[in-house]
């Protein structure tokens, strides 16, 4: 039993300085959150159909700058995705058909993807598509951010009027025959 008391009074001893120092910040107030680093640029905010989409400019897979102001005066269905998103892969032939079928009049697709250019080449080598691909770096004001994407989940797809507005959004893949629905204001 001696050897038990030293070991209660070191125990009475730490819980007494863990309460001091828990009741001590609790009652001192947290600082101000830190402001954002000058010259970072700030979140976007959420963007919502009816919206002017803002500039966005990136480069394709040859490092050629593309802006989507370049579609204006059609539609344009912009498809954000990665190689490594099953999901995303798997709606890949459902966006080619689509793409395919709309002709030099119809709604212009775009693939916007968020990964490596070496990693969408060498994807694009087994699983062609013939509308262009963008790319970017996956971050907290990426492209898909900044159209709308604020969960960060793939993949994501936006409807762009002729004008350059925001018409529709949709988080998820596109089962077949379902984009077609979709872009003519069908529930997905």
Known sequence: MRHGRPVLLWVAVLAAGLGLWAGHRL???SPAPAAPAQGAPP??????????????????LHGRPVTLDTFRGRPLLVNVWA???APC???????????RAQGAHGVQVLGLALDSPEHVR??????PVEYPIVLDTPGPADASVRLGNDRGLLP????????GRLQRQ????????EVDRWVNGSPP
Do not use: N
């Not at 002017?52 to 480069?59: A, Q």
């Not at 892969?89 to 793409?99: K, Q, T």
């Not at 060498?122 to 699983?127: A, G, I, K, R």
């Not at 988080?171 to 025959?177: E, I, K, N, R, S």
């Open 122 to 127: 060498t994807f694009l080598q087994q699983v």
């Open 170 to 177: 949709k988080l998820g893949p596109f089962a077949a025959g």
């Open 89 to 99: 892969v798997e709606e890949m032939p459902e966006l080619a058909r689509f793409a």
């Open 27 to 29: 009652h001192t107030p």
């Open 83 to 85: 190689s490594w998103c």
């Open 43 to 60: 979140a976007p905010a959420r963007l919502l159909p009816g919206e002017p989409v803002p500039p966005i400019r990136l480069p394709d």
């Open 156 to 163: 994501y797809t936006v409807l762009i009027d002729a004008q």
